[in-house]
Nanobody, 121 residues
Framework: QVQLVQSGGGLVQAGGSLRLSCAAS????????MGWYRQAPGKQRELVAT???????NYADSVKGRFTISRDNAKNAAYLQMNSLKPEDTAIYYC???????????????WGQGTQVTVSS
C-alpha cells in the first residue's frame, strides 16, 4: 500500500515562490508516474505536471515556464517548484502516483492529502 504525505504549501505574494514536497511511504518504482494536480474552489481538478521515472515531464499550459516538477526515486519523493506565482495559482495541490504492473499496465492511483497554496495580489 502506498501512502503519500505532502508538505510545503502556504501563503505567498504574487511573484513569489513555493516548493511542494511529496513523500511516499511505500516503494515507488521507476515505471510508476508521479504528478501534481490542483483544484480551485468551484472548479474541476486539473493536471499541473507529471513526470516519469526516467525524467520525462509535461505541464499544463498555465504553469509552463514557471513550475518545475522533479522526483527522487531513491527517496520515493516528488517535488514541485513553483516560481512567479500568480493569484490564479491559488488552489489545493495534490500529489499523485500512478503505479504500473511489471508488464506496464496501469495498476492504481494514489493521492496525497492535499496542500493549500494561496497567492495574494
Amino acid at each position: 500500500q502506498v501512502q503519500l504525505v505532502q508538505s510545503g504549501g502556504g501563503l505567498v505574494q504574487a511573484g513569489g515562490s513555493l516548493r511542494l514536497s511529496c513523500a511516499a511511504s511505500g516503494t515507488i518504482f521507476t515505471r510508476d508516474d508521479m504528478g501534481w494536480y490542483r483544484q480551485a474552489p468551484g472548479k474541476q481538478r486539473e493536471l499541473v505536471a507529471t513526470i516519469t521515472g526516467t525524467g520525462t515531464s509535461n505541464y499544463a499550459d498555465s504553469v509552463k515556464g514557471r513550475f518545475t516538477i522533479s522526483r527522487d526515486n531513491a527517496k520515493n519523493a516528488a517535488y514541485l517548484q513553483m516560481n512567479s506565482l500568480k493569484p490564479e495559482d491559488t488552489a489545493i495541490y495534490y500529489c499523485n502516483v500512478m503505479t504500473r504492473w511489471l508488464g506496464g499496465g496501469r495498476r492504481a492511483d494514489y493521492w496525497g492529502q492535499g496542500t493549500q497554496v494561496t497567492v495574494s495580489s
